[in-house]
C-alpha cells in the first residue's frame, strides 16, 4: 500500500522560508503527478503545485513566484520550496500522488506564518 509521510512544516514569521519534504513509500516514477495541496479551517483543501512524470510544473497564482515543486528519484521524496511566506499561506500542507484512478495522501504537516 502506497504510503507518504510530510515533514518540515512549523511556525515562520512573514518574509521567511520553509522546504517540506514528502517521502514517498514507492518510485516517483510510477505516479502520473505528484502535488502539493493546502487547507484551512472552514475551507475546502486547495491546489497549491503540481509536477507531472515529465518535470512539467503547474503552480496556483497565489503561490507562482514564490513555491517550488521539486523531486528526488533517488531518495523517493517531493519537495515544496516555499519563499517569502505570508500570513494567507497558513494552513495544513498534503502531499498527493496519483495515477489512474489511485490518488494517495499524506497526512499533512502544519505551517504557520505570524506576521
Known amino acids: 500500500q502506497v504510503q507518504l509521510v510530510e515533514s518540515g512544516g512549523g511556525l515562520v514569521q512573514a518574509g521567511e522560508s520553509l522546504r517540506l519534504s514528502c517521502v514517498v513509500s514507492?518510485?516517483?516514477?510510477?505516479?502520473?503527478?505528484v502535488a502539493w495541496h493546502r487547507q484551512t479551517p472552514g475551507k475546502e483543501r486547495e491546489f497549491v503545485a503540481r509536477?507531472?512524470?515529465?518535470?512539467?510544473?503547474e503552480y496556483a497564482d497565489s503561490v507562482t513566484g514564490r513555491f517550488t515543486i521539486s523531486r528526488n528519484y533517488a531518495k523517493k521524496t517531493v519537495y515544496l520550496q516555499m519563499n517569502s511566506l505570508r500570513p494567507e499561506d497558513t494552513g495544513v500542507y498534503y502531499c498527493?500522488?496519483?495515477?489512474?484512478?489511485?490518488?494517495?495522501w499524506g497526512q499533512g504537516t502544519q505551517v504557520t506564518v505570524s506576521s
Open positions: 498527493r500522488a496519483s495515477r489512474g484512478l489511485l490518488t494517495k
Open positions: 514507492e518510485s516517483i516514477a510510477s505516479f502520473t503527478f
Open positions: 509536477m507531472i512524470a515529465s518535470g512539467n510544473t
